[in-house]
C-alpha cells in the first residue's frame, strides 16, 4: 500500500520569503507521479506542481519547485517569493503509474501554510 | 480552459435520505473519480471509473454507494440513504489516458451535510 506522510501540520512564512514543505512517501511502485495541490479556503483543490518519477531533473513552475529525491522518497515543495495569495493547505499526494490501470491518489495529511504581511 | 464542474455546490439532507452528486467531467477526459474530505481531514480516495464501469473502489464505497454515468457528460455519486458520518466535501476528478494526461483535474466540490 501506498502511503504519504506530510510532517508539518502548519507553517508560516513572511510574505516575499521562501518557504519549504515536506512530503515523504512509501511504495513499491517503480513508476508513479507525485503531486503538490493546493486548497484555498474555498475548499477548491488546485494543481500546483508535479513529477514523474522517471524524471531526474526537479519540476518548477514559476516561483514553485520540488526537490524530489527518489531513493530518499522525498518529496519537498519550495514556494519562494510567497505571496499572501499563497496562503492555503497543501497537500502532497501520489500516483501509481498510469499504464498499471485507473489509479488514484493517495493524499498526505497536509500543511497549513499562512503568508505573512 | 476547459474545468471539471460540479453541482450542486451545497447540499443539506436528512439522515436515511438518498442524494445524487453531479460532476461533468472534461470532455475529452477518460478516467473519473470520486474522493471526499470530511472537515478537518485529508482527501480520501472513494472509487475510479473508466470505460462504463467501476475500476478500483475504496472500503469507504460500501453498497451505501453507487456510480453512474447515464449520458455521454455526467458523472453521478449517489448515496442510497445518508448517514450523519456522509457530511464531507466531495470532490470529484478527471483525467486523460495518456502520459502526459496523468493529472487529475478536481471540480469545486459538493459540500454535504447530513442532519
Known amino acids: 500500500a501506498q502511503t504519504v506522510t506530510q510532517s508539518q501540520p502548519e507553517m508560516s512564512v513572511q510574505e516575499a520569503e521562501t518557504v519549504t514543505l515536506s512530503c515523504t512517501y512509501d511504495?513499491?511502485?517503480?513508476?508513479?507521479?507525485l503531486f503538490w495541490y493546493k486548497q484555498p479556503p474555498s475548499r477548491q483543490m488546485i494543481l500546483v506542481i508535479r513529477q514523474e518519477a522517471y524524471k531526474q531533473q526537479n519540476a518548477t513552475e514559476n516561483r514553485f519547485s520540488v526537490n524530489f529525491q527518489k531513493a530518499a522518497k522525498s518529496f519537498s515543495l519550495k514556494i519562494s517569493d510567497s505571496q499572501l495569495g499563497d496562503t492555503a493547505m497543501y497537500f502532497c499526494?501520489?500516483?501509481?503509474?498510469?499504464?498499471?490501470?485507473?489509479?488514484?491518489?493517495?493524499f498526505g495529511t497536509g500543511t497549513r501554510l499562512t503568508v505573512i504581511p | 480552459e476547459p474545468e471539471v464542474t460540479q453541482t450542486p455546490s451545497h447540499q443539506v439532507t436528512q439522515m436515511g435520505q438518498e442524494v445524487i452528486l453531479r460532476c461533468v467531467p472534461i470532455?475529452?477526459?477518460?478516467?473519473f473519480y470520486w474522493y471526499r474530505q470530511i472537515l478537518g481531514q485529508k482527501v480520501e480516495f472513494l472509487v475510479s471509473?473508466?470505460?462504463?464501469?467501476?475500476?478500483?473502489k475504496s472500503e469507504i464505497f460500501d453498497d451505501q454507494f453507487s456510480v453512474e454515468r447515464p449520458d455521454g457528460s455526467n458523472f453521478t455519486l449517489k448515496i442510497r440513504s445518508t448517514k450523519l458520518e456522509d457530511s464531507a466535501m466531495y470532490f470529484c476528478?478527471?483525467?486523460?489516458?495518456?502520459?502526459?494526461?496523468?493529472?487529475?483535474?478536481f471540480g469545486p466540490g459538493t459540500r454535504l451535510l447530513v442532519l
Open positions: 499526494a501520489f500516483m501509481k503509474g498510469w499504464e498499471t490501470g485507473a489509479n488514484n491518489l493517495f
Open positions: 476528478a478527471s483525467r486523460g489516458n495518456r502520459g502526459y494526461q496523468e493529472t487529475q483535474y
Open positions: 511504495t513499491s511502485e517503480s513508476n508513479y507521479y
Open positions: 470532455s475529452n477526459h477518460l478516467y
Open positions: 471509473f473508466y470505460n462504463n464501469e467501476i475500476s478500483e
